[in-house]
C-alpha cells in the first residue's frame, strides 16, 4: 500500500468520525432546545409569575423560534405544567427528600435542610417558586393544582418518613404525630418564605430559619435533647 493511499485513508476514516460527532450532536440538539425552553421558562415565571410570564421573553432567552416552543409544548400552560414536573420537582426533592434518604439522624438532618435555605437577597425578594406558583395558579387550573400538590405530597411524605424512622429508633418523641410535623414544617418553612418576601428582608428569613431549627430540636426524645 502506497504512502498517498494510506493518507487517503487516515483522512477518510478521521472525516467520518467528524461526521458522526455531528450527527450525534444533532441527535442531542432536540434535548438541549427543550431544556433550553424548561430552563428560561422556569426563570421567567419565577420573575413575573405563570400569567404574565412573557412567551417572547422565553423565546428570546432560550435562542429559540414559536414554532420550536410549540413543537415541543403544545400551549403555554402545557409549558407552565412542564416547569412543575421538570424543573421544581426535581429542586424540591433534591433539597428535601433526597437529603432525608437513609440518615442517622433524622433531626440532624432536618436542621441541616433548614439551615441550607437560601438567604440570598435575590432569592428572598423572589420567595419560593412552588409556593408562588401554588399561590396564583391553584385557584385558577386544577391541572396546575393537581402536579403542585404531588410536589408538597412528597415534600411532606418525606419528612414524615423520616420521623417515623426517628421514633422506631428512639431518636424523636413518641408523642409526635409524623404527618402533622411534616405538615407543621412545610407550614412554617413556605410562611417564613411569603413572610420574609413581603418584607423583602433576608433577615425575616433568617429569624424564621433559627425559629423552625428550635422547633425541630424540641422534636427530640429526651434523651437525645443533648445532640441537638
Not at 391541572?143 to 408538597?152: E, T, W
Request: proline share 4%; with cysteine.
Amino acid at each position: 500500500m502506497t504512502l498517498v493511499i494510506r493518507r487517503y485513508i487516515l483522512v477518510g476514516m478521521l472525516a467520518a468520525r467528524k461526521n458522526l460527532k455531528r450527527r450525534a450532536t444533532r441527535l442531542r440538539d432536540p434535548e438541549r432546545t427543550r431544556e433550553r425552553l424548561l430552563q428560561a421558562a422556569s426563570h421567567e415565571i419565577y420573575r413575573s409569575g405563570f400569567q404574565s410570564a412573557s412567551l417572547d421573553t422565553i423565546l428570546a432567552s432560550a435562542g429559540v423560534t414559536k414554532g420550536a416552543l410549540y413543537y415541543y409544548f403544545k400551549s403555554k400552560e402545557a409549558l407552565g405544567y412542564a416547569v412543575v414536573e421538570e424543573v421544581i420537582a426535581p429542586d424540591v426533592h433534591g433539597k428535601w427528600v433526597r437529603p432525608l434518604q437513609s440518615v442517622k439522624d433524622p433531626i440532624d438532618a432536618l436542621i441541616g435542610a433548614v439551615q441550607r435555605i437560601s438567604v440570598r437577597p435575590a432569592d428572598v425578594r423572589g420567595g419560593c417558586q412552588l409556593n408562588n406558583l401554588a399561590q396564583e395558579m391553584s385557584p385558577l387550573d386544577a391541572r396546575f393544582r393537581k402536579r403542585l400538590a404531588r410536589v408538597f405530597h412528597a415534600w411532606r411524605e418525606a419528612v414524615a418518613s423520616v420521623l417515623r424512622e426517628g421514633q422506631t429508633h428512639g431518636s424523636v418523641r413518641r408523642d409526635v404525630e409524623p404527618a402533622d410535623a411534616a405538615g407543621l414544617l412545610i407550614a412554617m418553612v413556605e410562611g417564613y418564605a411569603s413572610l420574609a418576601k413581603n418584607a423583602q428582608d433576608p433577615k425575616v428569613m433568617k429569624a424564621g430559619i433559627r425559629n423552625i431549627v428550635g422547633w425541630l430540636r424540641s422534636l427530640r426524645a429526651p434523651g437525645n435533647r443533648k445532640r441537638g
